[in-house]
């Protein structure tokens, strides 16, 4: 599966969500780390749901860009 991934620039560097999967959310001073940490947070909390024996979220939601 492939959830969207939201980041953002932070005073102190980047943070990043997954609309699809609430209270995901990760934080890094890079675009590399912020890339890993939410990929990694993405498998825990996926991780946390299986062995709970919750469902896993189907990714629902859909990213475009807008000229302006």
Do not use: F, H, K, W
């Not at 780390?33 to 709970?52: P, T």
């Amino acid at each position: 599966m492939r959830y969207a991934v939201v980041i953002e620039t932070t005073g102190t560097g980047y943070s990043a969500y997954v609309p699809d999967l609430p209270g995901c959310v990760s934080v890094g001073g890079t675009r590399e780390e912020i890339n890993r940490n939410i990929r990694e947070a993405i498998d825990l909390y996926l991780d946390e749901l299986r062995e709970q024996g919750a469902p896993i979220p189907l990714p629902t939601t859909d990213v475009t860009y807008v000229a302006a």
